[in-house]
């Protein structure tokens, strides 16, 4: 992935500790795509805000097709505190992956995350910072569900109704993780630099703030209201494809545990009966042997398996190895579940005496933990390296 990184810095006021709210600085990281419209009246807005009360930065994390970042250029000549402009020609990870490098550059003990539409209001992020001084917190997020919080700047009754949805199926998957967070949507929060581990973040789309929860969860968490604002210019990023992009996020937050992806590795397994039934039904209606027919239609469920496997079970470790590799590895081992489900049968039955039921029962249980332990084991995991080997490990 390639970058391009500007700085443009203007001095930094020299404030005293008694002009400050809580001690501390922050680097405000705001990710940005085709936002030009809404440069200019962020940072007047950060600049009335924020300054005076804490010192800052202003990193823009920019995976713009238009003139976003010269606008970020000529606008930042006006501001008092310095602006960092990290444009990505590849958006990986989408704005939270854009998030991820903005923390990475941070320079300062805080980092508040704030989009670019001038949604969320400047003005809070002291209070976000000194909240989490008082309290101690490592997380702050800035809340529209509790007193004092609004989510009027929501255009429309249906994208209200799908951010309460969205709301109420992550709490309702992760209660410990999102245990006193009432707003894990909210791209509004503060979080120490030193509670960000960067290398277990798996970013996909928007919603940074479930990944931040749900991977490094913080010991201690504060809220803050805050009113979501009407956008000041251009149109909402939100689409169905960033939705199906949420659920695939969700799914890989949910299945991150052996226990829970052996879980979705069963009921995708389960699944694969409709096509290997279809496949079945349409091979022997045109004359073909059921023998052969049903040696076939189980590619189906196997070709099948492999697609639902490949995009929410181990979508992040897909780059150990080709797709072909991964698709031969996968369908070997399918099919030797077959092979093998047999014998074990016979054994069961013969040699310890189990009824005919109770051992494909067994035969079934046996199979499907191996089948699991091997598409992780020689599927997914990544190859081992010979010894003496060096492997370039990426700073943080």
């Given at each position: 992935?390639?970058?391009?990184?500007?700085?443009?810095?203007?001095?930094?006021?020299?404030?005293?500790?008694?002009?400050?709210?809580?001690?501390?600085?922050?680097?405000?990281?705001?990710?940005?795509?085709?936002?030009?419209?809404?440069?200019?009246?962020?940072?007047?807005?950060?600049?009335?805000?924020?300054?005076s009360?804490?010192?800052?930065?202003?990193v823009?994390?920019?995976?713009s097709?238009?003139?976003?970042?010269?606008?970020?250029?000529d606008?930042?000549?006006?501001?008092?505190?310095?602006?960092?402009?990290?444009?990505?020609?590849?958006?990986?990870?989408?704005?939270?992956?854009?998030?991820?490098?903005?923390?990475?550059?941070?320079?300062s003990?805080?980092?508040?995350?704030?989009?670019?539409?001038?949604?969320?209001p400047?003005?809070?992020?002291?209070?976000?910072?000194?909240?989490?001084?008082?309290?101690?917190?490592?997380?702050?997020?800035?809340?529209?569900y509790?007193?004092?919080?609004?989510?009027?700047?929501?255009?429309?009754?249906?994208r209200?109704?799908v951010?309460?949805?969205?709301?109420?199926?992550?709490?309702?998957?992760?209660?410990?993780?999102?245990?006193?967070?009432?707003?894990?949507?909210?791209?509004?929060?503060a979080?120490?630099?030193?509670?960000?581990?960067?290398?277990?973040?798996?970013?996909?789309?928007?919603?940074?703030?479930?990944?931040?929860?749900?991977?490094?969860?913080?010991?201690?968490?504060?809220?803050?209201?805050?009113?979501?604002e009407?956008?000041f210019?251009?149109?909402?990023?939100?689409?169905?494809?960033?939705?199906?992009?949420?659920?695939?996020?969700l799914?890989?937050?949910?299945?991150?545990?052996?226990?829970?992806?052996?879980?979705?590795?069963g009921?995708?397994?389960?699944?694969?009966?409709?096509?290997?039934?279809?496949?079945?039904?349409?091979?022997?209606a045109?004359?073909?042997?059921?023998v052969?027919?049903?040696?076939?239609?189980?590619?189906?469920?196997?070709?099948?398996?492999?697609?639902?496997?490949?995009?929410?079970?181990?979508?992040?470790?897909?780059?150990?190895?080709?797709?072909?590799?991964?698709?031969?590895?996968?369908?070997?081992?399918?099919?030797?579940?077959?092979?093998?489900?047999?014998?074990?049968?016979?054994?069961?039955v013969?040699?310890?005496?189990?009824?005919?039921?109770s051992a494909?029962?067994?035969?079934?249980?046996?199979t499907?933990?191996?089948?699991?332990?091997?598409?992780?084991a020689?599927?997914?995991l990544?190859?081992?390296?010979?010894?003496?080997?060096?492997?370039?490990?990426?700073?943080?």
């Open positions: 992935m390639s970058h391009e990184h500007t700085e443009y810095s203007a001095p930094v006021p020299d404030l005293s500790a008694a002009q400050l709210a809580e001690p501390g600085a922050v680097t405000i990281v705001v990710p940005t795509f085709n936002e030009s419209a809404n440069i200019r009246q962020l940072l007047h807005r950060i600049t009335e805000s924020v300054p009360r804490l010192p800052c930065e202003v823009f994390v920019d995976d097709t238009d003139d976003t970042p010269e606008v970020i250029r606008a930042a000549r006006d501001c008092p505190f310095p602006v960092t402009v990290l444009h990505r020609e590849e958006p990986v990870g989408g704005l939270g992956g854009a998030v991820v490098e903005g923390m990475r550059t941070a320079g003990d805080w980092i508040v995350v704030m989009d670019g539409d001038c949604q969320h400047p003005s809070l992020v002291p209070e976000l910072v000194a909240t989490g001084e008082r309290s101690n917190a490592a997380l702050v997020v800035a809340s529209r509790i007193k004092g919080g609004s989510r009027a700047g929501l255009a429309g009754s249906y209200v109704a951010s309460r949805g969205a709301t109420w199926l992550t709490k309702s998957l992760f209660p410990r993780k999102l245990h006193g967070i009432s707003d894990p949507m909210s791209g509004f929060f979080i120490r630099r030193s509670a960000v581990t960067a290398d277990v973040l798996k970013p996909l789309g928007y919603k940074i703030l479930l990944e931040l929860a749900v991977r490094s969860r913080p010991r201690a968490v504060g809220e803050v209201p805050f009113v979501f009407e956008r210019a251009g149109e909402s990023k939100s689409s169905a494809r960033e939705g199906f992009r949420f659920l695939r996020h799914v890989g937050l949910r299945t991150a545990s052996p226990v829970a992806r052996m879980v979705g590795f009921l995708i397994g389960a699944t694969g009966f409709l096509p290997n039934l279809l496949g079945l039904w349409a091979l022997t045109a004359g073909v042997h059921y052969p027919a049903e040696i076939l239609a189980n590619q189906f469920g196997v070709a099948w398996n492999f697609v639902l496997i490949e995009h929410l079970l181990f979508r992040d470790r897909r780059a150990h190895r080709r797709w072909w590799d991964r698709a031969g590895r996968f369908a070997l081992l399918a099919n030797a579940d077959l092979v093998l489900r047999i014998p074990l049968i016979a054994l069961f013969h040699r310890f005496g189990m009824g005919a039921l494909t029962a067994l035969a079934l249980v046996t499907f933990v191996v089948r699991f332990a091997g598409t992780e020689l599927v997914y990544p190859r081992r390296r010979p010894r003496g080997s060096r492997t370039a490990r990426r700073a943080v």
